[in-house]
């Protein structure tokens, strides 16, 4: 893991399943210069729309004792990607820079048969453009030098309200995005399939609060009781030109 | 899977070209191995071979309706050393091209010996254009297939059966193709091109089988375990993330039900395998005409039936995502 790939990692733990990456990343995406995210009957009874990324809801567990896990789910840029050899144009690509696994909407023919090779099921076919579309990991906007650097990051992550999602070099052991994946027992979905996802999920965790009964009493109380303190003479130091009354 | 209709055309008109083609080279070799001094006519060769390039040619049309840029097709062929698919398009023309130059070289009587052996048989031009013909067919055979068996999110067609099944079909329905062309032309070949229909049939029909009985004992492709990484005996989905429709809920699903697939799995075993088969061998054995050309066009509705199930039992790993929409 020498060269350079970028991906994200989605804390599991965080995501509360509020779509904002859905639709910040449809907004910025059917906005750009590669034409729109194509959608048929939008306000219809039969909805059929382009997406990269779809949040998706899950339940562990047998009620009362359940658990919701929401799970977003975009393309994972995997290190060996099983829809990239099979593509018959070369349409479907790696790229050797960043590793991000893009599609040249200019050469696709609209096989589908690259769909067929994901098994994460995260390419969709825009039928009004006729060709195979997928995440891009945001390729027009994390390079922008016209914007500030911290607005380099894909749509997603910026949109994300509750800092659920990160963006990095995975093959930095430095980056964020590496860290986050060491220190918090990060895991690749369906890694049976071998295809090596770059994207990383962090796992859900127990949040426990440990409280000591002497905790429950104030320490600070020297009076020992509860209640107002008492109020301080005029003359009495203050502090940050803040009196207590 | 969905199934296209473009693509079940295609595999089964392409599928019986290329049997057909092989049939009549296999029926020239025939001819040139044995001991007799009779052979069929170069109008014969000739005939069978512009069908199987017409049956070839109705395939590539079929398949430009699969895409929706063909204009851009040629560039297909850019990646044959990784993609089966790749590989298939270059295959395909190449058929047509060799069969053109069979068809025309038996035309003409253009067989100039290129090779003679020691027991005074020798080789000539048209049998050995046809041995490259074959050739090439039989590699486009191993080229459909392994489209369909190399995609390992498919566990009822990631197997070496999908490669012989096709084979076995397209074998089947190409002789009892070109047995009837035998027949119209009242060729010396008709007996030994409706035998061996029949013995291809029935070997698809035992084929076909296994593949069933395979995919019927198949663990589930999938579990959400893996598939949301949390370690969990109960996992179920709540929300697929929207209420409408998506390629990845419409291009893996078939909308027919559950209830209906064994109707047609025994419309298959019946019109694809099981009649065809007694109708060959009853145009084999009593040479009863009717029989020999009522199989082929029975057979075909079997075979697309087939084809048909082919998709509609594929169970792809990404349906996993997709178990609810809300």
């Known amino acids: 893991m020498s060269r350079k790939q970028l991906a994200l990692v989605i804390d599991l733990n965080i995501c509360v399943g509020c779509h904002a990456c859905v639709t910040s990343c449809k907004e910025w995406n059917t906005s750009g210069w590669a034409g729109p995210l194509s959608d048929t009957d939008p306000y219809g009874a039969d909805p059929l729309g382009v997406f990269f990324n779809r949040v998706q809801t899950f339940e562990a567990g047998e009620f009362p004792l359940t658990e919701t896990i929401h799970f977003p789910k975009s393309c994972l840029h995997c290190e060996e990607p099983p829809c990239v050899p099979v593509c018959p144009t070369g349409a479907s690509f790696k790229r050797e820079e960043d590793g991000i696994v893009l599609v040249d909407y200019d050469k696709c023919i609209g096989c589908k048969y690259c769909s067929w090779n994901c098994p994460y099921g995260v390419r969709e076919f825009d039928t009004k453009q006729g060709v195979m579309k997928k995440c891009t990991l945001c390729a027009d906007r994390i390079y922008d030098e016209t914007l500030p650097e911290d607005r380099r990051k894909p749509a997603c992550v910026l949109a994300c309200p509750a800092g659920a999602r990160m963006f990095g070099d995975i093959s930095d052991p430095a980056s964020e995005a590496s860290q986050a994946i060491r220190d918090n027992a990060g895991f690749q979905i369906m890694p049976e399939m071998g295809t090596r996802p770059a994207n990383h999920y962090l796992p859900r965790r127990k949040t426990m609060l440990v409280i000591h009964n002497d905790e429950l009493v104030r320490a600070d109380n020297p009076l020992l009781k509860e209640g107002e303190l008492p109020r301080p003479q005029l003359s009495d130091p203050f502090l940050d030109d803040i009196t207590s009354w | ?326």
Not at chain 2, 87 to 102: I, K, N, S, T
Not at chain 2, 249 to 276: D, N, Q, S
């Open chain 2, 1 to 326: 899977m969905k199934p296209a209709f473009s693509v079940l055309f295609l595999t089964t008109l392409i599928g019986m070209g290329q049997g057909l083609l092989i049939a009549l080279v296999a029926g020239q070799f025939y001819f040139v191995i044995g001991s007799g001094s009779e052979q069929d006519s170069g109008l014969f060769f000739a005939t069978g071979a512009a069908v199987g390039l017409a049956l070839l040619g109705l395939g590539l049309v079929a398949s430009f309706f699969h895409l929706t840029h063909p204009e851009r097709g040629m560039r297909s062929i850019m990646r044959w050393r990784t993609s089966w698919l790749s590989r298939e398009v270059l295959l395909l023309p190449a058929c047509m091209g060799l069969a053109f130059l069979y068809g025309v070289a038996h035309w003409f009587g253009f067989a100039p010996v290129l090779m003679t052996f020691g027991n005074q048989k020798s080789l000539d031009l048209t049998m050995a254009i046809g041995f490259l013909l074959a050739a090439s067919c039989a590699f486009l055979f191993i080229a459909t297939g392994m489209i369909y068996a190399c995609v390992r999110f498919i566990k009822e067609w990631a197997t070496p059966w999908t490669v012989i099944n096709y084979t076995l079909i397209g074998l089947s329905s190409g002789f009892a193709a070109c047995a009837i062309v035998a027949a119209v032309e009242n060729a010396l070949l008709r007996d030994f091109l409706a035998g061996w229909a029949a013995l291809f049939t029935l070997l698809a029909f035992a084929a076909k089988g296994v593949t069933l009985w395979r995919n019927k004992h198949l663990p589930p492709p999938f579990t959400l375990k893996s598939a949301i990484g949390v370690h969990h005996g109960s996992i179920r989905q709540l929300s697929q993330g929207f209420n409408g429709r998506s390629f990845n809920t419409t291009e893996f699903f078939t909308r027919i039900g559950p209830e209906v697939k064994p109707w047609l799995i025994g419309l298959m075993l019946v019109f694809g395998f099981a009649a065809p088969s007694a109708l060959l061998l009853a145009g084999w054995a009593d040479r009863y005409l009717p029989a020999l050309i009522a199989a082929l066009p029975i057979q075909y509705i079997g075979l697309l039936t087939e084809r048909w199930l082919f998709f509609a039992q594929g169970q792809h790993v990404q349906n996993v995502y997709y178990q609810r929409k809300s």
